[in-house]
Nanobody
Framework: QVQLVESGGGSVQAGDSLRLSCAAS????????MGWFRQAPGKEREFGAA????????RYADSVKGRFTISRDNAKNTVYLQMNSLRPEDTAVYYC???????????????WGQGTQVTVSS
């Protein structure tokens, strides 16, 4: 079992930055690929970014590429999502998730956090 707890969400203005954190406990974090997803009201959960077990491989959705950066610190069992140049369309609940492979589909992830709200106003 892996427990995931997100933090760092909030309300910001367009163009601002936020850094989300995801603290993992339970089985060793480094055994898992970690991903960030988001879900806006009335929309399906969508892939944002993922990072390989030792951080050497990353993958991003086109909607966030060049603005968001995923990273991990396995010594701290923590994954981060640095979000720059935020836009109103980035408003969503952001979820951290753990998987055995580097998937973009939510169905590929075995463990999920409770989510943290990010609201971007224009």
């Amino acid at each position: 079992q892996v427990q995931l707890v997100e933090s760092g969400g909030g309300s910001v203005q367009a163009g601002d930055s936020l850094r989300l954190s995801c603290a993992a406990s339970g089985r060793t974090n480094s055994n898992y690929v970690m991903g960030w997803f988001r879900q806006a009201p009335g929309k399906e959960r969508e892939f944002g970014a993922a990072i390989g077990r030792i951080g050497g491989i990353t993958r991003y959705a086109d909607s966030v590429k060049g603005r968001f950066t995923i990273s991990r610190d396995n010594a701290k069992n923590t994954v981060y999502l640095q979000m720059n140049s935020l836009r109103p369309e980035d408003t969503a609940v952001y979820y951290c998730a753990a998987a055995r492979g580097l998937y973009v589909e939510a169905s590929g992830y075995d463990y999920w956090g409770q989510g943290t709200q990010v609201t971007v106003s224009s």
